[in-house]
């Protein structure tokens, strides 16, 4: 802070052997001052006092008072006795000398309502009386000495107006240490920018607050251009001292926290490239392996990296030959082993990250619940067991016994749940999962949890069948990809889920512009990312959707390209073999010409039957559907019995209305199939 710097005793200060004399004669003087300068005199008795409050001797309280009583209505000398004072009473134990002060200051502005410098130590004084008792009230009577400074400071030199302002961030800013609200942030960055226009240079101390300040405001409201800010403030306290090791620490949980938002690989490699030089000048620190470690769990569970998570693990073992008893380090190194030995298919890492994390559960840490819980559903995950899932939620819900608004225990709960729910089908799972994710949004704005909510209610939606949910999936991928702007790059297969969600949407409402913005999204992918995974099968699916909303031919013939070129990738996927006969099936049914439509009929035959060899049983309801197109209506109504006996059929309604089976329906046969389905349904 701006403030008058601090004073020390000087140990080689010897006091006059003869003050108390000395005091004695200026006293005696007052009394016979008819024929000299009372104001001179009583400036020089304040800088006696000032030589002693200097050098750790109350005595020059006495000479203040002499003063005083020389000249009561000089302003300049309540000041310059209340600056001594402040000073004097900034050391440890007199802070009854810096109420003194603030007292001194109050008689000034009551002799000169518009004098600047006593409103500006007022405030200061006041400022660090609220420090030094720890008492917020003190902070506010500080906040309107400064605004009437401020009122007054017209014509006050560039570096004092720049100090003024310095002076009334650091106000603000432990103002909004209090509050917590976002409005007394902001006005301490509105101070500190005022400072900066009165003059360039500033010592470390006013960009570290300055700094702290907009990172703080900057998460709190989701700002990027404020944590790029307080980079760039930490990035001129390096300027200053680029040595500093705590400097360089500071930059690197700045650069972090950005990350947490862009996800962007230039600011995870700078961050990393802080920490280490922070550990370079601070040596083994533990805080700073463990935040590093932070950083790289938190990038390896982003995009699956395993090369980032074998690292977060080798510095959580940094961390630990520091402190081998800190449970956060135990609890991020869990963690990243359990998702280690996910990804990489190695239930000794689990194992492992299980047996580190087990013995803390005792604490009853929010965090070590939460590492705990992880570690679980990673075991779930490799054993595609729900229990697991659920023994992981139920270590989640002890962390929020804790701390009911943890963030992360509500996402986790909802991705157990929605892992559980993909295993065995259950609704309640997806009902519940429904609601974590919803809580965690309500704690935590992130387009992390905005999209992976969107992925969940759109497999919900597909499981339900329900519009309304593919609707809802359709606007939290919007919301996700506007706080997501390089989410093409980054993050491509947000877009591509979000593709999948706008597919599905189009079914229930019958807007060919949920198809074009469907395929518009997926082009893009292509072009950015040719190799990335399905994306042809991905193409073809949509096109072949669109075509058959639509009944263009020409869609067809490009959803078959794509499903040629999905297929060639990968060759003995069943579901891609069983869609592309469907789509096959489709554009026999669509051409004219009779030995062309045989031709398309006798493929789509052909890989039906191949996906059926492959064990998809779903491809025994369309090879009726084929079959039944062809005329082939005995073999049409064999697999219909063969989709019943496996359980693979449509709703009766569905069938009816089904106009590939037209042929099949003019059967006595296929009236039989029906009763037998309506006795099963009334059964």
Not at 332 to 360: M, Y
Not at 594 to 613: C, V
């Amino acid at each position: 802070m701006a403030k008058a710097q601090y004073l020390r005793n000087l140990s080689s200060f010897k006091p006059s052997k003869e003050k108390e004399g000395e005091l004695q004669r200026n006293t005696e003087d007052v009394k016979d001052l008819k024929k000299r300068d009372r104001t001179a005199l009583s400036h020089a008795l304040v800088r006696k006092g000032e030589f002693y409050l200097l050098h750790g001797d109350k005595l020059g309280l006495a000479f203040f008072n002499i003063a005083l009583k020389l000249s009561p209505s000089n302003v300049q000398i309540y000041i310059n006795q209340g600056l001594a004072l402040f000073e004097y009473g900034s050391l440890d134990g007199n802070e009854k000398e810096l109420s003194l002060a603030s007292k001194r200051f109050k008689m000034a502005t009551i002799l000169d309502a518009s004098c600047f410098e006593a409103w500006h130590l007022w405030g200061n004084t006041l400022y660090c009386l609220g420090m030094r008792r720890d008492e917020p009230s003190y902070f506010s009577h500080a906040c309107k000495k400064y605004d009437e400074a401020i009122a007054c400071s017209h014509g006050q030199p560039p570096d004092v107006l720049a100090d003024l302002y310095w002076d009334y961030g650091d106000l603000w800013m432990r103002l909004a240490e209090i509050s917590q609200e976002a409005h007394d942030y902001h006005t301490a960055i509105k101070a500190y920018t005022q400072a900066t226009t009165f003059q360039d240079f500033f010592p470390v101390e006013f960009w570290m607050n300055f700094a702290l300040t907009s990172l703080v405001l900057g998460q709190k409201t989701s700002n990027l251009a404020l944590l790029m800010q307080a980079i760039h403030c930490y990035k001129n306290v390096l300027s200053i001292d680029i040595s500093l090791g705590e400097g360089w620490f500071k930059l690197a949980h700045a650069l972090h926290k950005l990350y947490d938002y862009t996800h962007e690989e230039d600011h995870l490699s700078q961050a990393s490239e802080c920490y280490s030089t922070a550990t370079h000048l601070l040596g083994q620190d533990k805080q700073i392996y463990l935040e590093w470690a932070r950083l790289l769990l938190q990038s390896g569970t982003i995009f699956l990296d395993i090369k980032q998570l074998r690292s977060c693990i080798e510095k959580c073992h940094c961390a630990h030959q520091c402190d081998k008893d800190d449970p956060c380090v135990i609890g991020v190194w869990s963690e990243a082993l359990a998702l280690l030995g996910s990804l990489t298919d190695q239930i000794g890492l689990i194992h492992n990250a299980q047996r580190k994390i087990e013995p803390f559960i005792d604490l009853h840490d929010p965090e070590i619940c939460h590492s705990y819980g992880m570690v679980l559903a990673a075991m779930g995950k490799y054993y595609k067991d729900p229990d697991y899932y659920y023994q992981s939620i139920e270590a989640f819900q002890e962390g929020l016994s804790l701390n009911g608004a943890h963030h992360k225990l509500w996402y986790a709960m909802g991705n157990s749940s929605f892992a559980a729910a993909l295993i065995d089908y259950d609704e309640k799972n997806y009902d519940r999962a429904n609601h974590f994710f919803q809580r965690a949004l309500n704690f935590k704005v992130s387009s992390t949890y905005q999209c992976h909510y969107a992925i969940f209610l759109l497999q919900y939606g597909i499981f339900l069948q329900k519009q309304s949910f593919l609707e809802l999936s359709v606007h939290h991928f919007e919301q996700a990809l506007n706080m997501q702007k390089n989410a093409f790059y980054v993050h491509p297969n947000w877009i591509f889920h979000f593709a999948s969600a706008l597919d599905h949407l189009a079914g229930f409402i019958e807007s060919d512009s949920y198809y074009v913005r469907s395929l518009d999204l997926l082009t893009h992918i292509l072009m950015l990312k040719p190799e990335f995974p399905y994306i042809h099968y991905q193409l073809a699916i949509v096109y072949s959707h669109y075509a058959g909303f639509v009944g263009r031919i020409e869609l067809l013939y490009q959803s078959i390209h794509h499903y040629r070129i999905a297929s060639q990738q990968e060759e003995d996927n069943d579901q891609i073999m069983l869609d592309w006969s469907i789509a096959l099936t489709h554009l026999g049914n669509l051409v004219e010409n009779s030995m062309e439509s045989d031709q398309y009929f006798r493929e789509a035959e052909y890989k039906m039957i191949q996906a059926a060899k492959l064990g998809n049983v779903f491809a025994y309801y369309p090879l009726a559907s084929l079959y039944s197109l062809k005329g082939e209506l005995e073999r049409s109504i064999y697999f219909l019995h063969k989709a019943k006996h496996f359980d693979r059929l449509p709703p009766i309604e569905e069938m009816r209305e089904d106009i590939w089976l037209d042929n099949v329906k003019k059967t006595e046969e296929f009236n039989l199939f029906l009763a037998e389905l309506d006795d099963d349904v009334e059964e």
